[in-house]
């Protein structure tokens, strides 16, 4: 079973600024006391969106000329410390399809291809570029597109990098590998019937 | 050419390329606790898979237990309702459940050596990022996401890619007062947060050879806060004596071959490593963080960084963003920062070693009245043999709590939670912004000494001074 072949990512965009951005960041570990990720998507950034009384403060993420964006830009490491699933998962369900970074935590870049987010890096200057048109204009249309590693925006394009087995599986629509892991029963049985300690109870 | 044990152990575990090139690995021992498994349970019950091998996961509760109550139903309904789903999980899928009332339960990373399930030359996979700790004993081990947890519940297996090894030695001796935790801070400040990205770091060199398990288990717990996703020391003697007679180690003559084996996963003497790094032990003091991520650190006689020590942009924007978070001035000395909050705990440093060096200066001292000092074991079984011993009672005796064990507030999913700006002396491994569930709380990263000391002194003190730790006559 194939799943959806993910060769574009289309949308408007919105600009978190910062280097290392951790996943206590990106959800609150107060959020994760929860047993499914339904409804994470209202937490994401929480603390960084609200204030100590839960009102808004001033963030690209509050501005209304943002609202609807299904592509987060930010800064080197994004998605660093713990390995929350949790964190792509707020990403993904706040309408997030894409990231674009100066570069990703490994747990996080792993955890977000496995839902089919694609996280693609770009050169700090050509996100430069980018955020200007971006907050220049807010309605900018901005698209990632895996098969010739570009971020197009307007007449503009940068180029951008991703690991290429990551833009193997989201382009053949293998990112969800579970059904792959399945299908090779008798060779996981025959490694671990290899390994003495897996038969430790 | 010879290979590294993160090579041996990669090839041992490998079932096939995938079509998308990534290889399947058999995952030998899954630890699951109740943050990160519930939604993966989940998604087995909507497919209606069942878990592969249930007799090789196994089950604690750490990142919500309260540490001050222990009578369920919690005070907090979540809280409850995620240990609730955990034992129904358990119960329903066949897999071992170390629960509150086994006198077993406490961090998972804690647990896991402690019950001898993680062993040498095994993988090891956890819907938690310090899943790297179990790395001291020669296994190879991965902090995973959720949808990989429902991978390794359904198959045994996950998708992953090789990583590179990097050789970290660190030779020579550390000087009296000096700990696992300055040598990992040190590590990390020294190849930075990300430095480790698509790497395994193998740590060895004296000091490695000369650390307990405990030790070792400091270090490689927080490989991840240098950006690494798995650390590992080479089990040896030290491995093997660790894990002699623990209930899940194997016994009588599966002993002897089990050790054998386990010897052979060592890296061989002539591998050929990605990148190799020499650190010299002398040159490491005790180190405590100033900013907003574990890299951010200084030694104790250190001033935190001005922002125009920067050497980027964005290094500079980091510390002006650290330093107005810490409400520290750049240039001022570390010492003599006024604490709060002094905790001593974590899969970091709540192991037996820890609570029992800081025991022993710890004696006959007071903490000081304007701190909060709380002790938290690691695991049931730590806190057990700390009662045993006495040591409960001179935390007590010095002003500390004696609490139930568990992650605590280390992070912020329990009752126990910084409070405003809070600054908090923490013998744990994460000092974000908002980490200890206070957004605008203020986290200092250290060793458990030095902990004590903070708790003493009402501000972050050089333990080797408070506590009277001389260096050893230079010869
Ligand atoms: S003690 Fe802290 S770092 Fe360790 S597992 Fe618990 S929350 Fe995570």
């Not at chain 1, 996280?119 to 698209?143: F, Y």
């Not at chain 1, 792959?180 to 390994?195: I, N």
């Not at chain 2, 907090?76 to 066949?94: F, S, W």
């Given at each position: 079973?194939?799943?959806?072949?993910?060769?574009?990512?289309?949308?408007?965009?919105?600009?978190?600024?910062?280097?290392?951005i951790?996943?206590d960041?990106?959800?609150?570990?107060?959020?994760?006391?929860?047993?499914?990720?339904?409804?994470?998507?209202?937490?994401?950034?929480?603390?960084?969106?609200?204030?100590?009384?839960?009102?808004?403060?001033?963030?690209?993420?509050?501005?209304p000329?943002?609202?609807?964006?299904?592509?987060l830009?930010?800064?080197?490491?994004?998605?660093?410390?713990?390995?929350?699933?949790?964190?792509?998962?707020?990403?993904?369900?706040?309408?997030?399809?894409?990231?674009?970074?100066?570069?990703?935590?490994?747990?996080?870049?792993?955890?977000?291809?496995?839902?089919?987010m694609?996280?693609?890096?770009a050169e700090?200057?050509?996100?430069?570029?980018?955020?200007?048109a971006?907050e220049?204009?807010?309605?900018t249309?901005?698209?990632?597109?895996?098969?010739?590693?570009?971020?197009?925006f307007?007449?503009a394009?940068?180029?951008?990098?991703i690991?290429e087995g990551?833009?193997?599986?989201?382009?053949?629509?293998?990112?969800?590998?579970?059904q792959?892991?399945?299908?090779?029963?008798e060779?996981?049985?025959?490694?671990?019937?290899?390994?003495?300690?897996?038969?430790?109870? | 050419?010879?290979?590294?044990?993160?090579?041996?152990?990669?090839?041992?575990?490998?079932v096939?390329?995938?079509?998308?090139?990534?290889?399947?690995?058999?995952?030998?021992?899954?630890?699951i606790?109740?943050?990160?498994?519930?939604?993966?349970?989940?998604m087995?019950?909507?497919?209606?898979i069942?878990?592969?091998?249930p007799?090789?996961?196994?089950?604690?509760?750490?990142?919500?237990?309260?540490?001050?109550?222990?009578?369920e139903?919690?005070?907090?309904?979540?809280?409850?309702?995620?240990?609730?789903e955990?034992?129904?999980?358990?119960?329903?899928?066949?897999?071992?459940?170390?629960?509150?009332t086994?006198?077993?339960?406490?961090?998972?990373?804690?647990?896991?050596?402690e019950?001898?399930?993680?062993?040498p030359?095994?993988?090891?996979?956890?819907?938690?990022?310090?899943?790297?700790?179990?790395?001291?004993?020669g296994?190879?081990?991965?902090?995973i996401g959720?949808?990989?947890?429902?991978d390794?519940l359904?198959?045994?297996?996950?998708?992953l890619?090789?990583?590179?090894?990097?050789?970290?030695?660190v030779?020579?001796?550390?000087?009296?007062?000096?700990?696992?935790?300055?040598?990992?801070?040190?590590?990390?400040?020294?190849?930075?947060v990300?430095?480790?990205t698509?790497?395994?770091?193998?740590?060895?060199?004296?000091?490695?050879d000369?650390f307990?398990?405990?030790?070792?288990?400091?270090?490689?717990n927080?490989s991840?806060?240098?950006?690494?996703r798995?650390?590992?020391?080479?089990?040896?003697?030290?491995?093997?004596?660790?894990?002699?007679?623990?209930?899940?180690?194997?016994?009588?003559?599966?002993?002897?071959?089990?050790?054998?084996?386990?010897?052979?996963?060592?890296?061989?003497?002539?591998?050929?490593?990605?990148?190799?790094?020499?650190?010299?032990?002398?040159d490491?003091?005790?180190?405590?963080?100033?900013?907003?991520n574990?890299?951010q650190?200084?030694?104790?006689?250190?001033?935190?960084?001005?922002?125009?020590?920067?050497?980027?942009?964005?290094?500079?924007?980091?510390?002006?963003?650290?330093?107005?978070?810490m409400?520290?001035?750049?240039?001022?000395?570390?010492?003599?920062?006024?604490?709060?909050?002094a905790?001593?705990g974590?899969?970091?440093n709540?192991?037996?070693s820890?609570?029992?060096?800081?025991?022993?200066?710890?004696k006959?001292?007071?903490?000081?009245?304007?701190?909060?000092?709380?002790?938290?074991?690691?695991?049931?079984?730590?806190s057990?043999?700390?009662?045993?011993m006495?040591?409960?009672?001179?935390?007590?005796?010095?002003?500390?709590?004696?609490?139930?064990?568990?992650?605590?507030?280390?992070?912020?999913?329990?009752?126990d939670?910084?409070?405003?700006?809070?600054?908090?002396?923490s013998?744990?491994?994460?000092n974000?912004?908002?980490?200890q569930?206070?957004?605008?709380?203020?986290?200092?990263?250290?060793?458990?000494?030095?902990?004590?000391?903070?708790?003493?002194?009402?501000?972050i003190?050089?333990?080797?001074?408070?506590?009277?730790?001389l260096?050893?006559a230079?010869?």
């Amino acid at each position: 079973m194939s799943l959806k072949e993910i060769s574009k990512v289309t949308g408007r965009a919105v600009h978190v600024p910062g280097d290392d951005i951790d996943t206590d960041r990106i959800i609150p570990a107060r959020f994760m006391k929860c047993v499914t990720f339904d409804g994470l998507g209202e937490y994401m950034f929480y603390d960084v969106r609200k204030d100590a009384d839960g009102n808004d403060r001033k963030h690209p993420l509050n501005d209304p000329s943002y609202e609807g964006a299904s592509i987060l830009i930010s800064g080197n490491n994004f998605g660093c410390g713990s390995s929350r699933e949790h964190a792509p998962q707020a990403i993904y369900r706040a309408g997030f399809r894409g990231v674009i970074a100066e570069g990703f935590a490994e747990i996080f870049f792993g955890n977000s291809t496995q839902l089919g987010m694609p996280c693609v890096t770009a050169e700090g200057k050509d996100i430069e570029k980018l955020v200007a048109a971006i907050e220049a204009d807010p309605s900018t249309e901005v698209t990632i597109d895996l098969e010739a590693k570009k971020i197009r925006f307007g007449i503009a394009a940068i180029d951008c990098e991703i690991r290429e087995g990551a833009r193997s599986v989201l382009l053949n629509g293998h990112w969800d590998p579970l059904q792959d892991l399945l299908a090779s029963e008798e060779q996981v049985e025959a490694v671990a019937g290899s390994l003495a300690y897996m038969a430790e109870k | 050419m010879g290979k590294s044990l993160f090579q041996k152990v990669w090839d041992a575990h490998s079932v096939r390329q995938l079509p998308n090139g990534q290889t399947q690995l058999l995952i030998g021992t899954h630890l699951i606790h109740e943050v990160t498994s519930p939604q993966a349970f989940g998604m087995l019950r909507e497919k209606g898979i069942p878990v592969k091998y249930p007799h090789r996961t196994f089950a604690t509760v750490d990142h919500i237990v309260p540490t001050n109550e222990l009578a369920e139903p919690y005070s907090d309904p979540l809280a409850q309702a995620m240990i609730t789903e955990l034992r129904k999980n358990c119960e329903e899928y066949g897999v071992k459940f170390f629960d509150t009332t086994t006198g077993m339960q406490g961090i998972v990373h804690i647990v896991g050596p402690e019950q001898g399930i993680t062993q040498p030359g095994t993988t090891i996979a956890c819907g938690d990022s310090h899943t790297s700790t179990h790395g001291a004993f020669g296994a190879v081990a991965f902090g995973i996401g959720t949808s990989q947890v429902r991978d390794v519940l359904a198959t045994q297996t996950m998708a992953l890619n090789p990583l590179k090894v990097r050789r970290i030695n660190v030779d020579g001796k550390l000087a009296p007062g000096v700990y696992a935790k300055d040598v990992i801070l040190h590590i990390i400040r020294t190849l930075g947060v990300n430095g480790g990205t698509g790497f395994a770091y193998e740590y060895g060199g004296e000091v490695f050879d000369n650390f307990t398990m405990e030790e070792r288990m400091t270090v490689c717990n927080m490989s991840i806060e240098g950006g690494a996703r798995v650390g590992y020391v080479n089990p040896d003697e030290t491995t093997f004596e660790y894990l002699k007679g623990r209930p899940y180690a194997p016994k009588g003559k599966d002993w002897d071959a089990a050790v054998e084996r386990w010897q052979s996963f060592a890296s061989d003497a002539d591998c050929d490593y990605d990148d190799v790094v020499n650190i010299r032990a002398e040159d490491i003091a005790p180190t405590v963080t100033w900013g907003i991520n574990p890299g951010q650190a200084v030694f104790i006689d250190q001033s935190v960084p001005k922002k125009e020590e920067g050497k980027t942009v964005s290094e500079r924007a980091s510390i002006a963003e650290a330093l107005e978070h810490m409400q520290f001035e750049g240039g001022t000395a570390i010492k003599g920062v006024k604490v709060n909050v002094a905790f001593l705990g974590s899969c970091t440093n709540g192991r037996l070693s820890d609570l029992r060096e800081v025991a022993q200066y710890l004696k006959g001292r007071k903490v000081h009245p304007d701190v909060q000092a709380i002790c938290v074991p690691g695991s049931q079984g730590v806190s057990r043999i700390a009662e045993e011993m006495g040591i409960d009672q001179i935390f007590k005796d010095a002003g500390f709590e004696w609490r139930g064990a568990g992650c605590s507030m280390c992070l912020a999913m329990n009752p126990d939670k910084l409070v405003g700006d809070q600054l908090c002396a923490s013998s744990s491994n994460r000092n974000f912004k908002g980490r200890q569930g206070s957004i605008t709380g203020r986290t200092v990263l250290m060793s458990p000494l030095m902990v004590a000391a903070a708790a003493v002194t009402g501000e972050i003190s050089d333990a080797r001074e408070v506590f009277g730790i001389l260096e050893p006559a230079t010869v």
